[in-house]
């Protein structure tokens, strides 16, 4: 191993990795784990660590590390090569974005949905896309117990590792507000809240085995901008079940920190979808939504393609318990300054 890290010239110290997950380093924990195989490990731990020269020869030394190093580089960062993700809803809407994203990183993308066809479909569609990565299609239904079982399974059955979750199947109701049904509670909490849960729940095994401290497995729920600040629009069941999803996102990263797996969320804006395809897919109505968000225009694939590959790279790797705000500052926008008026008197 040695020899394939040149010894630093400018110190005389050689840099080797001290195993094929503990990469150099040039910040934060991994540079501490392997360095400590390495002859400024004593400098590290001295106390004079702190001291300007010791810093200067720590940096001399990781700055001299091969170009090839792959600590900090976008691929290092940002590939998902050799990683299993699973995405709920992924035939469609945010959830096609998300696996294509993933897919271009270099995973292996498993789709599920109730339409187990339209994922094959979407699947063998990404697939001649010609990106690195691969997908499969299945059926998988997260609005019972019985197809949150029967999904995991089908999961176990294609993995024995799933480096990636990301929950994103949801559902919603609109109504207003004197009208809103009963029964539109519990459709839209069983799939976007309890489905959510309970899958994560069943899969969280095969989660552990893909585990590992230096690149921890990761949970990204799809929660809502609209769990987040108070903006009902007659979707009352959904605007409640995705601050639960917020809170199950911030509940569980606490409790899986420890077993090495993040649990982050995305709180998407306005994107294209079969959800939002009311307000959405129509060209004009579409730059109406846009006009409405700060930043002038709906999300885009890439938008969500980003995030997940941050929060799903080594990159994102000490990430957790984040809720994203991906709405072009809706969550941000507040009414106009309340001393406005008493300006303009
Ligand atoms: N689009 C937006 O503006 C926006 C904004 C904020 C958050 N979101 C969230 O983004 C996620 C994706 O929604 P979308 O906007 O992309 O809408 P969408 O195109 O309607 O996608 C929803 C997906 O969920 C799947 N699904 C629904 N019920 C399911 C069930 N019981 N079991 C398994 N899969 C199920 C659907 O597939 P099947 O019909 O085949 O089951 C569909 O692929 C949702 O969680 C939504 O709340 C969307």
């Given at each position: ?89 992924g035939a ?18 498993l789709i599920a949905s109730?339409?187990g066809e339209a994922c094959e479909a979407v699947a063998a ?10 997908a499969e299609g299945f059926a ?206």
């Amino acid at each position: 191993m040695v020899q394939c890290w040149p010894t630093n010239a400018a110190v005389g110290i050689p840099i080797h990795p001290a195993s094929p997950h503990t990469y150099p380093q040039r910040s934060g924990r991994g540079t501490v784990m392997r360095a400590a195989a390495s002859p400024i490990a004593p400098l590290i731990r001295h106390r004079d660590a702190s001291t300007p020269a010791c810093r200067h020869l720590i940096s001399a030394t990781l700055n001299h590390l091969p170009d090839e190093c792959p600590s900090m580089t976008p691929d290092a960062l940002f590939s998902l090569n050799g990683k299993t993700a699973l995405v709920t809803g992924g035939a469609t809407g945010i959830g096609r974005m998300a696996a294509e994203g993933l897919m271009h990183a270099g995973a292996r993308v498993l789709i599920a949905s109730r339409k187990g066809e339209a994922c094959e479909a979407v699947a063998a569609e990404l697939n001649a896309i010609g990106c690195s990565g691969q997908a499969e299609g299945f059926a998988g239904d997260v609005s019972t117990e019985e197809g949150v079982n029967a999904l995991a399974e089908a999961v176990n059955a294609r993995c024995e590792a799933l480096h990636i979750l990301m929950n994103n199947a949801g559902t919603t109701w609109g109504a207003p507000l004197e009208e809103f049904p009963y029964k539109g509670f519990d459709r839209v909490f069983s799939v976007n809240v309890t489905g959510m849960f309970a899958l994560t729940q069943r899969l969280l095994p095969l989660l552990r085995q893909a585990a590992h401290a230096e690149d921890p497995a990761r949970i990204v729920n799809v929660g809502s901008v609209m769990g987040e600040i108070p903006m009902g629009d007659g979707a009352y069941s959904y605007a409640f079940s995705k601050s639960a999803v917020h809170q199950m996102t911030r509940i569980l990263a606490k409790e899986l920190a420890g077993d090495q797996i993040t649990v982050n969320a995305l709180a998407p804006g306005p994107f294209v979808s079969n959800m939002t395809a009311f307000a959405t897919a129509d060209e004009n109505t579409r730059e109406r939504v846009g006009d409405g968000v700060p930043v002038g225009r709906v999300g885009r694939a890439e938008d969500i393609a980003g995030s997940l590959q941050f929060l799903c790279g080594r990159g994102g790797s000490y990430v957790t318990g984040a809720v994203i705000p991906l709405s072009g500052g809706i969550n941000v926008s507040t009414g106009p300054s309340i001393f406005e008026r008493a300006r303009e008197a």
